[in-house]
């Protein structure tokens, strides 16, 4: 386990190909004086399961609306390989941000409507990405007769159905029960070995950041900035033994000694 | 063994606790009283009516009794039915003009914060202005008393359906606006799939104040242009028949006035429930 100084980047970079996506030296100021981030950089790698960890006001949300497109860069740059395109994304909120008029299926359909794609050409797409999930019986259901945990697994689906280059997630699962959490936590990463996504997490827990990531980037507030990168070398798949292993529980103390750093205890 | 045996006599029996049961037995109670309570009050209060009519000796100029006035609805059917006939569709058409003109402002408004912040104003000062204070003013000016009227219930009528409908279409949740934005969609895409949707909700509860508004306004037309000399509707009905003091007539169009605006509350609350009741929490019911 290696506690590696930001701009770490640069070093993975030369032992791989190129970037599916790179923040370089990216800034966002507010109302001219706030800074919310300051100069971000990162590279993430077709794969990687990068996390953003950090205390509230370190950037982490405003580094994904900026990756997203929601916001731009005050200074610094952002590229994509090979250009960017609205297919590319796929995103899910801390809520599951679901439309309550529309059913599960219908929800699932919303990237490719659109994109003007009719719902009965999309339909093998969108059962495809329900069964990811595993709610493919659940098609015509409206989403509050869904649980809460039933409804951000609709959430990743839709996030799934484009076969997007780069997933955003923006601490899906912390408004979850832990059970739920610990749930999900293990269905994603079963998901991830299944289709191969490139994963961006943001969230504010060590022990979730270190199950799931491959890279955890801690941040600090005021400016948000990286201050740390923690690489987490244990292998895929994760399971139960995982969780109970020493090798987690030294990862963990890693990342949360870089939290500490963070945070200024 | 035993156990085995008295397992499925215990599974059939459904487990029904007090609490259960008081709640059971109070959902039946309010399912009854809610057409029951109200049927006895009506009862009672025509039946007091009917006494304080008799007790007092009042003539049927000053108050007629509840059999007279029922008796006047059968009578003048005829007369009473196509003054109805009238006054719904004046009313009828400016719930309908105010819906085309309150949700075509909002979404104008919503579409461009100048046409919002040049108009809005306005529309408030056209709702808090009284109608009656206007309606003389309007039948000087439009020579067509139809298009009069219509434009009085609908300047009442409208304001509701705005005001709702754009406070709806902002009201879309700022995580799906940012999920469209990231897709891609146009304009037109997020109004037509998520600030219309979001605003339905809003729309209908503007819809059944709109509803109740358009007869009112309606009728004070009806008035207003009725003591010009024209207009056959409910209100000039009551204007008339109190002139020559035909006061049993008088009730009568009275009581198809209010029962007409229950009867549109009613179809639009139907309305609105029909098109909210798979998702919208008003429109669902709840355990316990």
Redesign the interface.
Known sequence: MTLQETGVAAETAAAQPAPLLSLDGVSKVFNGDLVALKGMSLDVFQGDFVSLLGPSGCGKSTALRLIAGLSHPTSGRINWAGGQDAGDLGVVFQEPTLMPWATVAQNVWLPWRLRGAKFAAMKPQIEEALALVGLEKFMDSYPRELSGGMKMRVSIARALVTNPRLILMDEPFAALDEITRHKLNNDLLALRAKIGCTIIFVTHSVFESVFLSSRIVVMAARPGRVIHEVAVDAPYPRGEDFRTSTDYAAHCRAASAALHDAIGD | MAIAETAPTAAAAPIIDAEEARRARNRRRERLGRWLMPLIVLVVMIFLWDRICVWNNIPHYILPRPGLVAETLWVDRLILFKALLITLRTTLLALLVAVIGGVGLAVLFTQSRLFEMSFYPYAVILQVTPIVAIAPLIFIYIQSKLIGMLLCAWIVAFFPVLSNTTLGLNSA?H??R????????TRW?KLR??QL?SA?PYFLGGLRIAGGLALIGAVVAEYVAGTGGVGSGLAFTILESSYRLNIPRVFAALILIAAMGVVIFTVLSLFSHLLLR???ESA?KREG
């Open positions: 949740d995580n799906l940012d999920l469209f934005s990231i897709y891609g969609a895409q799939y998520l949707p339905l798979k998702w919208h669902l």
